[in-house]
């Protein structure tokens, strides 16, 4: 694997593999690598030439300073895992490659970016959006790899590509999970033993709100169980629990139809915020 930190090398390697017509997959993290991110760049080396993992802490997406310091970093680990997965070149700039100077560019998507994430984290989605815009210009991938636990990231990049006439297929790929179900996340790491366990109150409550939902509970009455689930449990906090329409995240008050819909999480376990998301039926 070729690693680079400079965007004009990294563009001189992949015009070659431009000019041999070769597809390129790009898979963008923030490091601290686990199965779930290894399992997008699996996605991408099974249907293109090229696969480029980037690595990069985006200040811009983080609205709580504290949250930005305390992201967990493992350069070292990451580049053994992604040699492992095949992976072909690695992009992992500094601040100073990716932002010359302090950007001004925002990005509004209207009520997509102020609901569930954007209404917590005010101004995350204009970052990401901002970066995700740097890194398609960069590598200008035929398919880009994003995960379904961001689900409304990979929403509002959908409507990114095809706001801004991109031209790159996206791939949204199912969430890994750990045994008891908890979503993998790089976040997980900053939980404690006890933390741990409790994290499982995420997936548990979309299974249960699954089948309530399924079995035609009412969305109130399923709320209100649900908050009643993180209340028993110390040490947690739900910041939200909704249930929306797959195709455009906007908010319902019933199940649409299977596959249709999803209902999507947030909360805190100790002081680490957890998300995680699923679609009603599918499992
Ligand atoms: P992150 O490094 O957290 O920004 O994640 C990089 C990409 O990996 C994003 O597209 C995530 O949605 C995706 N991802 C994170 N966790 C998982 C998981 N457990 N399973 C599949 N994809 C994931």
């Not at 493992?74 to 095949?86: F, P, Q, T, V, Y």
């Not at 399923?222 to 995240?249: G, H, P, S």
Request: with cysteine; charged share 25%.
């Amino acid at each position: 694997m070729q690693i680079f930190t400079e965007i004009e090398s990294l563009r001189a390697f992949l015009s070659h593999k431009n000019a041999g017509q070769q597809s390129i997959g790009l898979v963008p993290t923030m490091g601290a690598l686990h199965p779930g991110h290894l399992f997008l760049i699996q996605s991408s080396t099974a249907e293109n030439q090229v696969t480029v993992a980037t690595i990069y802490v985006n200040p811009t997406q983080f609205n709580n300073s504290s949250d930005l310091e305390k992201y967990p970093r493992s350069l070292e680990a990451d580049i053994a895992l992604l040699e492992k997965g095949g992976c072909d070149a690695l992009f992992c700039p500094d601040t100073r490659e990716m932002y010359a100077q302090t950007s001004t560019v925002k990005f509004d998507f209207g009520p997509l970016d102020k609901i569930l994430e954007g209404e917590f984290r005010p101004g995350h989605f204009s970052g990401v959006a901002l970066v995700v815009s740097k890194l398609f210009n960069i590598v200008q991938p035929n398919i880009a790899y994003f995960g379904q636990k961001d689900f409304q990231q990979f929403t509002i990049i959908a409507r990114l590509v095809d706001e801004l006439k991109f031209g790159i297929q996206l791939r949204c790929i199912p969430t890994l999970r750990e045994s008891d179900g908890l979503a993998m996340s790089s976040r997980n790491l900053r939980l404690t033993e006890q933390e741990r366990k409790k994290a499982v109150i995420l997936f548990k409550s979309l299974s249960s709100a699954n089948q309530a939902l399924l079995e035609g509970m009412a969305l109130g009455d399923v709320k209100v169980d649900i908050q009643k689930i993180w209340e028993k449990e110390k040490n947690t906090k739900l910041e939200y629990f909704e249930l929306a329409d797959r195709e455009n995240l906007i908010l319902l008050d019933r199940v649409k139809s299977a596959n249709q819909s999803i209902v999507l999480i947030a909360g805190y376990v100790g002081e680490v915020r957890l998300i995680d998301n699923m679609i009603i039926g599918a499992q």
